[in-house]
Structure formats: structure tokens, C-alpha cells
């Protein structure tokens, strides 16, 4: 009986360690052609070449949390994938022959993936897997941003015989109201910088027309800064030193310093490897060989400090850091001044609470919307000094009648910025 006991013990120890484990520290290395993950322990610099499984044409991975989340373009699924246990969660199918390309996150339970062969840009329930939405945009979406409360989408233009002129569309991800932004031809990259704007990596059409390096103001929604380059450049990465990546399959990364409008790397000196590219909570950067299934770390002035060998084909990264954002050094420093936190409860019923901080006197709103962008509520339209805020919504449209149970979003807006949440109420 003892033994018995001490045996059930360890068990449930082992079992209580095992649960509340979590991945070491760590970069993910997407394998499209080995279709594989390989996870570099960065703690002590070992390798496990084959993590776990990937899908058919894989094609982009991003880390959210604890999860993984894989574009398999052949399967026309998202998987979603468990670092700990590294087992596949749940698949998300968005139908026959929409072949998706790229993906970013609206918050924790939703996402905006685009349909490369459907030419839309469909808005997932993460935990459901359901479609919430579906937008038309133009030829052949690729790389999707989500920054600043909008989608933006590089639409590649491809027509089948040749190149639409390039485009950017901006999606707001309540009203689902698209605008587009003119931008060079074959955009297929794209990230923020350190100053809001849009940094588009358009490639040309790889004979006579070169690539190019774009910057767009969202507010303005225009493009206000340009560069041309020789490589057909396919995906951008930005430091935290406001350094952008531009990489290529097989011609290198080019490192183009977004403060001065400058090349650190360019088309003369490039660093090796490319697509992938991912940054550490020091600013080095990992960078994925595809051609010679390597991973090769730089630190912020260019020096290689390591070189790693993955699965076949990686053209994809994402770097697992169980430190909290911004306190990995031990900073306590104040966040950004701009915030919408999550709605609490969540789900609810009948109410429910919205805290908010501004850092500007001026303008407020916050409304409410359904899943279709129709207005619900508004809750507030006043100027409003700095401060922390929190507002409670009792789960009624403007005439004052109970909205019916479902998913809504809510959309604060001041001082030319915007974020927008979703919640779910439950009656």
C-alpha cells in the first residue's frame, strides 16, 4: 500500500511538472521542404532538427503565447501547434483552393489570414476555428500586418501572365471597409517600423522591372519614402534598432537603416541566407539559409556569432521568448501610452467592462460593432484629458434593446490612433 501511494506521488509530480512546464527559450524554424519544424534551444545551443511536423507547402510560421500557428498552403489549413508538448492542437481548413499565404494576429482569438488563389483576406476565430469574415481584395494577397488598428495586405498583383500595379489594401477589421495604397510592383513583404509607418518589400517582376523599398504613412495612407533595389526582394524584417530586412531567396539580405534611408548591407555586400528572418530580445538577428538549410545568427553590427543546422528548406522564423515583453533586461519602465486592455468578464452576461489609457487631451471614441461592421452602440464621443479610463457596456444597442448573443467588437479611437478587441456575450 505504501508503494502504492509513493508510486501514485511521483506520478501526479511528474505529471503537475510536466503541465506547468514551458518551452526553454527559444527560435522555431519553419522547413518547407523537409515539412518540419526545428526548434534551436537558445539556453544551451542545441538543435532538434525535426520538432514536429509541418504541413504541405508550409509557407509562414508566427509564435503567439505557447502556440505556433503554421500557414500550410497545400492543405489550406492553418495547424496550430503546442511548443511544450509540440503536438498539433487543431487544424483550421478555410476551404478548397484558397491556398493561404500569410497571416497576423488581430488579438488572441483572432486572426487575418490571406487566400492567395481566392483573392480575399479571410478574419478567424481562433479557438473555434470558424470564419468571422471575408473581404475581396485584389490579385494574389500575400504577407499580412496588423498594426496600428488596421490589416494591411500586400497584394502581389499576379494575373497569371503578368503583374498587376502594386497595391497595399488596408483593412479595418470592424466596418471591413478596405482603401489601397499604390506601391511598387509585386508586393509581397511587410512590417512597421519603429515610427508607425508601413514598410512594403516589393520585388518587381524579377526581369525588367527592379525591386523596390517603400514606406507608408497609415495616416496619410500614402507612400512617403522610396527605394529601388536590384534583388527581388521577398520578405522584410524590422530590429528594434529600426533596421529593415529585406531578404531574397537565393541572393542574400540586404539591411537598409530606416532612420537614415541608408544601406548597411546592400546589393554588393549582402548578408547570406534568406527568407527568413526573426530578432532575439538582444536584437540579433536569426536568419534562415534556404539553400543551405542553415540558421545564421548576426549580432545588430553584423558579426556572426553562431551557425546552426535545421531541416531542409527553411523559410520561415519565429523566436519563443518566456521572458515578459520589454522586462527580459529587467525593465520596469511605464508601457506605451495608448492602450486598450481586453473587456472583463469576457465572455459575459449581461455587462461588461472596458478599461482604456490616453496620453493626449482630444477627441474620444469607442463604439461598439457586430461581426458584418454595422455600429452597435456608441458608448462614447467626447474630448477626454490623459489618463486611465474604464467604461461599462450593458450589452444594448442604441435604441436600448439586448443584442443577441454572439461576438462584437469594440473599437476605441483618439489622437489619430486606433485599436480595436473582440468579446463574446453570451446570454
Not at 534551444?41 to 508566427?62: C, D, P, R, T
Not at 500614402?222 to 529593415?244: E, M, P, R
Not at 523566436?319 to 522586462?327: H, M, V
Amino acid at each position: 500500500m505504501r508503494s502504492y501511494i509513493l508510486s501514485t506521488y511521483l506520478t501526479l509530480l511528474f505529471i503537475t511538472a510536466f503541465l506547468s512546464a514551458q518551452p526553454p527559450y527559444s527560435a522555431w524554424v519553419l522547413n518547407t521542404l523537409g515539412e518540419n519544424v526545428s526548434m534551436i534551444n537558445l539556453e544551451n545551443q542545441s538543435v532538434i532538427s525535426n520538432a514536429f511536423g509541418a504541413g504541405l507547402y508550409a509557407n509562414q510560421m508566427k509564435v503567439r503565447g505557447e502556440r505556433a500557428y503554421i500557414v500550410n498552403s497545400g492543405l489550406n489549413a492553418i495547424q496550430v501547434v503546442d511548443l511544450n508538448t509540440r503536438t498539433t492542437l487543431q487544424t483550421i481548413n478555410l476551404g478548397p483552393g484558397t491556398n493561404p499565404w500569410g497571416m497576423d494576429f488581430i488579438d488572441d482569438q483572432t486572426a487575418a489570414v490571406s487566400l492567395l488563389f481566392t483573392n480575399q483576406v479571410v478574419f478567424v476565430d481562433l479557438p473555434t476555428g470558424n470564419t468571422i469574415h471575408t473581404v475581396a481584395v485584389g490579385n494574389a494577397p500575400e504577407d499580412v500586418k496588423f498594426h496600428g488598428g488596421k490589416v494591411y495586405v500586400a497584394i502581389s498583383g499576379y494575373n497569371g501572365t503578368g503583374f498587376d500595379p502594386g497595391v497595399v489594401s488596408v483593412i479595418d477589421p470592424v466596418s471591413y471597409t478596405v482603401a489601397h495604397v499604390g506601391v511598387g510592383v509585386n508586393p509581397q513583404g511587410l512590417d512597421a517600423d519603429l515610427q508607425g509607418n508601413i514598410v512594403v518589400a516589393c520585388s518587381g517582376d524579377y526581369a525588367s522591372i527592379e525591386g523596390r523599398i517603400d514606406l507608408i504613412d497609415p495616416a496619410a495612407q500614402t507612400v512617403i519614402h522610396s527605394q529601388s533595389v536590384t534583388f527581388g526582394i521577398t520578405t522584410v524584417a524590422v530590429s528594434g534598432g529600426n533596421k529593415a530586412y529585406f531578404s531574397t531567396y537565393s541572393e542574400g539580405v540586404l539591411v537598409y537603416d530606416l532612420d537614415s534611408y541608408s544601406f548597411e548591407r546592400d546589393e554588393n555586400n549582402p548578408l547570406p541566407g534568406g527568407p527568413a528572418v526573426a530578432f532575439d530580445r538582444d536584437d540579433a538577428a536569426y536568419i534562415g539559409d534556404f539553400a543551405r538549410d542553415s540558421v545564421y545568427v548576426y549580432d545588430p553590427s553584423h558579426l556572426r556569432q553562431h551557425a546552426f543546422l535545421v531541416g531542409d528548406g527553411p523559410v520561415s522564423l519565429a523566436i519563443f521568448d518566456p521572458a515578459p515583453s520589454g522586462l527580459a533586461d529587467g525593465d520596469d519602465s511605464a508601457p506605451e501610452a495608448f492602450a486598450l486592455y481586453q473587456n472583463y468578464p469576457n465572455p459575459f452576461n449581461p455587462a461588461t467592462n472596458f478599461g482604456f489609457r490616453i496620453s493626449d487631451f482630444g477627441f474620444v471614441n469607442l463604439n461598439i460593432f457586430d461581426t458584418t461592421g454595422r455600429k452597435v452602440t456608441k458608448l462614447l464621443a467626447q474630448e477626454m484629458a490623459p489618463g486611465e479610463y474604464e467604461l461599462q457596456w450593458d450589452g444594448r444597442d442604441d435604441t436600448g434593446a439586448p443584442v443577441a448573443s454572439g461576438v462584437y467588437f469594440y473599437q476605441l479611437s483618439a489622437g489619430g490612433q486606433s485599436a480595436v478587441r473582440r468579446m463574446v456575450l453570451l446570454r
